[in-house]
């Protein structure tokens, strides 16, 4: 059944409490990128990608999603959850032993939803422009979406695939960069900039999209839906999306600080005091 806009809204508090429970619980893992990320995710699995349940590695005739920057599995994982792809309790195995929820996705655990190991950052995009011309190949007209960090950007072979991309007219890929400023180390400006991300993406002769309110659920449905209708044109399509690191939880937002940083119980309770629910699904 579709979910109305303030469903969704609630589901991302929903996410964001099981990101931050997630990494709690095991001392481990990337709240920051992930807290960020929560708007993209609900909004691409509760508005606008079409898939079936239950999964299948091939989704013939679905669309696909590959995330790159595979560091920011609790998001994916918990979406994938609540989302009914697996049963949201076991979100409590989160990076444990014999989990199938490990620390950057993988594949060999068949985890349903997860269709790439991905956290090596930079080969996503190479991975879901494969895909995508194996949907052209098949004369499938469902689309293929990727997500990818800015930081991640400053690897050079996704320089490569945005060139192969619009080289071989690749048009039926979404690939959505989450433009939070930040990485592991600091400001991306002050580790490696980007410089104008947006005209060099334009160079490289993609259909360059932007969208400045990436915490807002509704702004992001929308610019994935026009992204949508800009497919099919002989371009590949890009969606520089401009985030909050930490979105949702106060001290986290404005630092790098908490990219891979596992907050302790006083902080939890305090993050959940801001993304109080009447009545938490909790697992």
């Given at each position: ?53 239950p999964?299948t ?29 697996f ?6 195995t ?42 052209k190949?098949?004369?499938?007209q ?15 072979q ?11 007219k690749?048009d ?49 449905i ?18 520089i ?29 305090t993050?959940?005091?801001?993304l ?8």
């Amino acid at each position: 059944m579709s979910k109305s806009i303030e469903e969704l809204k609630s589901l991302t508090t929903q996410i964001r409490r099981d990101i931050l429970r997630m990494v709690h619980a095991v001392n481990s893992g990337h709240p920051g990128g992930s807290l960020g990320c929560t708007e993209f995710f609900t909004a691409l699995y509760g508005k606008v990608m079409n898939y079936k349940l239950p999964f299948t590695m091939e989704g013939k005739n679905e669309d696909h999603f590959y995330l790159s920057n595979g560091h920011i599995s609790p998001v994916f994982y918990s979406t994938l959850a609540r989302f009914d792809f697996f049963p949201v309790h076991e979100l409590s195995t989160f990076r444990k032993l014999d989990s199938r929820l490990q620390g950057h996705p993988t594949t060999h655990e068949g985890l349903p939803g997860i269709r790439i190991a991905s956290g090596s950052l930079g080969q996503g995009l190479s991975v879901a422009l494969g895909a995508a011309l194996g949907k052209k190949m098949d004369g499938d007209q469902s689309l293929v979406y990727s997500l990818h960090g800015d930081g991640e950007l400053q690897e050079g072979q996704i320089w490569e695939a945005l060139m192969f991309a619009a080289a071989k007219k690749v048009d039926n890929i979404i690939s959505t960069i989450d433009y939070n400023g930040r990485q592991i180390d600091g400001d991306t400006d002050d580790v490696l900039s980007l410089g104008n991300l947006h005209a060099k993406l334009e160079a490289f002769g993609w259909i360059v999209l932007e969208e400045k309110n990436g915490n807002d659920l509704e702004a992001v449905i929308a610019i994935l839906e026009k992204a949508k209708t800009e497919t099919g044109k002989g371009k590949p399509v890009a969606i520089i999306l401009h985030t909050e690191m930490g979105a949702g939880v106060d001290f986290m937002m404005g630092s790098h600080a908490w990219h891979g940083k596992a907050p302790n119980d006083e902080q939890l309770e305090t993050a959940f005091k801001q993304l109080y629910l009447e009545a938490p699904a909790d697992y």
